[in-house]
Each structure stands twice: as structure tokens, then as C-alpha cells.
């Protein structure tokens, strides 16, 4: 996805000196923090859109997911799992 505003191409990313594992926990951290982030928020984009003002208070679904693929890989990462 040559261009995208989200995701980026493996060669591009850093981990400003962090081992892998520590990256990608601050990425957990991150995406939590973000994920938590969308719960106040009126969904102006997608399905949620059709309910309007009473998307508010609801966490956003890909958010979510998001968060959980990034937790199961630094779990899976530190032998957690």
C-alpha cells in the first residue's frame, strides 16, 4: 500500500534504539492509549457513522483489533503466550 497514511512499509520503521520487544511494547502502550482515545468520539466515517451522535461513548471497533493484533505480537514476542 504504496502511499497509505496508516501502515507502512517494514523497511521504514525504526525502533530509535529500543531491542524489538521493547518497541513493540511502547506500540501497545500506544494503540491502547489510542484505542481508549475513541471511546468520546463521534464515528463521522463508516457503520458507526448511521447512529450520529450516539456513536459517542462507544470504543471504536478497528481501534480495538488494532490494539489486540499489536498485544498478541508482543506477547507472542516475550513467549507470554
Do not use: C, F
Not at 513493540?24 to 491502547?32: F, H, Y
Not at 463521522?44 to 451522535?53: F, I
Amino acid at each position: 500500500m504504496h502511499g497509505s497514511r496508516i501502515w507502512r512499509r517494514p523497511g521504514s520503521i525504526t525502533t530509535n534504539g529500543l531491542p524489538p520487544g521493547g518497541a513493540l511494547d511502547r506500540a501497545v502502550a500506544a494503540a491502547e492509549a489510542g484505542m481508549k482515545a475513541t471511546i468520546p468520539l463521534v464515528a463521522r466515517r463508516g457503520r458507526a457513522s448511521y447512529l450520529g451522535e450516539r456513536s459517542a461513548g462507544h470504543q471504536d471497533p478497528g481501534a480495538t483489533s488494532s490494539y489486540l493484533l499489536l498485544k498478541a505480537a508482543a506477547d507472542a514476542w516475550s513467549g507470554v503466550a
